[in-house]
């Protein structure tokens, strides 16, 4: 069963189409990462899943509940660490984590679980005297009350030090050995490709890639973009350049041919080019990473060539 399934959703905010007709399937037991820049529409599809914010259109199942007619049941079952959550200043940790074992109706050892997010000292210090990471780590352990089935991560490194990075990504792969689903949200793309199984790629409410991290590496790592400057360039050497292996675009703009290749030859396209009759002044070559590759999908002409 799909632990989150999302069909055509859509999110209007007056004018604005924050998730625009949204397909997206999530396996059980899969570290999921939903990436796109801000304001790419993470937070309000989060906010649908548990049913905060109710959806346009479109549907969202999660572990095999209706996001908004069964909430309480996704609620009972999800683990959610949200975007910029505000702790209770005059309550301490313990006192947030027995809030959470009471409206879950689960009993936990409190100090263990605050041990784990590494704050077990600071238990019975009022909330509103917490750094900035140590909130975060007191919101992740209300997240992992009554070891759920799947953890909602919106942004989980927010103010956490390179340690507590490190440290949430341990847990959440603890987490997901043990057989939760993590599903979660970044704008960066590093943080997700240490530790995703798949990524999907968010831009203006719309999914614009869904892969493994290492099939979209495979991508980039073999995806080449030529620039070539020519003149007397027409559609049927285009074509030519089309037709050599490994090409997978050819188009011609402002005195450019822009190719991309994937483990083709530079040479064959450069030969097929100047025997087809183009007058080759110059050539200039990009072999493209991950990171560009996310720049590539949300940058806000879509250039996207792989
Ligand atoms: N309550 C709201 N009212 C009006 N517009 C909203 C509301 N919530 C979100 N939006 C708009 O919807 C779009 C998507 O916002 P969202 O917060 O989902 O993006 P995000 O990908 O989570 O961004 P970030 O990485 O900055 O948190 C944005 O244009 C935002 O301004």
């Given amino acids: 069963m799909a632990a989150i399934e999302l069909e055509g959703l859509t999110k209007h905010f007056g004018d604005v189409v924050a998730v625009d007709d949204l ?84 009993g936990q050892d409190i100090d263990a679980l605050l041990e784990r997010v590494g704050i077990a000292e600071a238990a019975d210090r009022k909330a509103g005297g917490y750094s900035k990471g140590m909130t975060q780590r007191l919101v992740l352990a209300m997240a992992l009350v009554g070891d759920p089935d799947l953890l909602v991560l919106d942004e989980p490194s927010t103010g956490l030090d390179p340690n507590g990075a ?36 968010i831009n203006r409410g719309q999914l614009v890639a869904v892969d493994t991290v290492d099939g979209l590496r495979e991508a980039t790592e073999t995806a080449t973009t030529m620039w070539i400057s020519a003149a007397d360039v027409d559609e049927a050497m285009l074509e030519a350049v089309a037709d050599c292996e490994g090409v997978t675009n050819a188009v011609y703009e402002d005195g450019q041919v822009v190719v991309t290749l994937f483990g083709g030859s530079k040479y064959d396209v450069l030969k097929t080019l100047d025997s087809a009759g183009a007058t080759i002044a110059d050539f200039s070559v990009d072999e493209s990473s991950l990171e560009d590759l996310f720049v590539q999908y949300t940058t806000e002409e879509q250039e996207v060539r792989a």
């Fill in 166 to 201: 490190r440290e949430m990504r341990e847990i959440i792969r603890e987490e997901n050995e043990r057989g939760t689903t993590v599903f979660f949200s970044s704008h960066i793309m590093e943080q997700v490709e240490a530790i995703c199984d798949r990524v999907a790629i």
């Fill in 23 to 106: 397909d997206l399937t999530i396996e059980e037991g899969e570290i999921f990462g939903f990436l796109g820049p801000n304001g790419a529409g993470k937070s309000t599809t989060i906010d649908i899943l548990l049913d905060f914010t109710r959806p346009t259109a479109g549907s969202a199942t999660v572990l095999g509940h209706d996001a908004q007619a069964e909430s309480l049941a996704v609620r009972q079952r999800t683990g959610v660490l949200p975007d910029g959550y505000h702790v209770y200043d005059r309550l301490t940790g313990r006192q947030h984590i027995e809030f959470v074992l009471e409206s879950k109706a689960v």
